[in-house]
């Protein structure tokens, strides 16, 4: 009787620990980004997008390849994923009898198998989702720019920004996936399991002073180098063409 009661306070007080710890993270991104490394790694890619698109020519083979790298982490998650909720459907489904099929919800046990086969399901579709983005980014970072350059890099950098965070959604379901699967062990233990990732998360999400001064240092550089590189493109161009119309003028 005890046990049920530890049931109905542990489980969701562990919860509640694990998602404000995460609506406080999704604030600090939207307000200060600097202080997180997932606002940091936005900012880095940003700025790589520019730095490959500054010369296609010569950095097109490694932006792919970069890419391709990311299309092989997210295949190998989402693969995971959809192997891991189809062996719990297998044995759920097995242990279910033909007179309790119509109460999945009956038991605990069963609240938690369904728990962890949500939170796989959500990272398959998460780590799909990132697959779709990286495979449209891998197309648009090769492709002649005709008219604005800076506003078709913006979409390309936001393309990839878009998969990385699907990404690091799907990963954030794994850990509650973790959560959930020591649940089948007791409430205590999941409760334990949600303030220590929640404890391990942050100092993996937030940055020292250091880190964001250094950054921001190298945000500045490449950004001035990407900038004077693509002047130097564009101004030999009209140069030539200035040129071009004297010696018309002449002739």
């Known amino acids: ?31 200060e980004p600097h202080r997180t490394v997932i606002g940091l790694n936005a ?62 919800f009956h038991s605990t046990a069963e609240v938690k198998r369904i728990s962890i086969t949500v939170c796989f399901l959500v990272a398959f579709l998460c780590n799909i989702q990132s697959i779709r983005c990286y495979c449209h980014v891998s197309f648009l970072i090769n492709a002649p720019t005709l008219r604005d350059k800076n506003a078709y890099m913006e979409y390309i950098a936001k393309t990839l920004n878009r998969g990385s965070h699907s990404w690091s959604l799907g990963l954030r379901a794994f850990y509650l996936s973790f959560t959930f699967f020591l649940w089948i062990y007791g409430p205590i233990p999941m409760f334990v399991c949600c303030c220590l990732t929640s404890f391990c ?51």
Not at 7 to 26: A, D, I, K, M, Q
Not at 52 to 63: S, T
Not at 65 to 72: C, L, S
Not at 241 to 250: C, K, Q, R, T
Request: glycine share 4%; proline share 2%.
């Open 1 to 31: 009787m005890v046990y049920d009661h530890l049931e109905f306070v542990f489980v969701p007080l562990g919860l509640l620990v694990f998602f404000l710890y995460h609506t406080w993270l999704l604030f600090t991104i939207l307000r």
């Open 43 to 104: 900012e880095s890619r940003h700025q790589w997008i520019q730095a490959m698109m500054a010369d296609p020519c010569k950095n097109g083979v490694l932006a792919v390849q970069t890419i391709r790298n990311n299309i092989m982490a997210s295949t190998l998650l989402a693969t995971t994923a959809i192997t891991l909720s189809s062996l719990i459907g297998i044995f759920t489904s097995n242990g279910w009898n033909s007179d309790d099929t119509s109460s999945i």
């Open 201 to 251: 998360l942050y100092f993996l999400d937030t940055t020292a002073r250091i880190t964001r001064d250094l950054h921001s240092d190298s945000f500045t550089k490449e950004s001035d180098d990407v900038e004077s590189a693509l002047e130097t493109d564009y101004q030999p161009l009209a140069g030539n063409d200035l040129a071009e119309n004297a010696a018309v003028d002449n002739v």
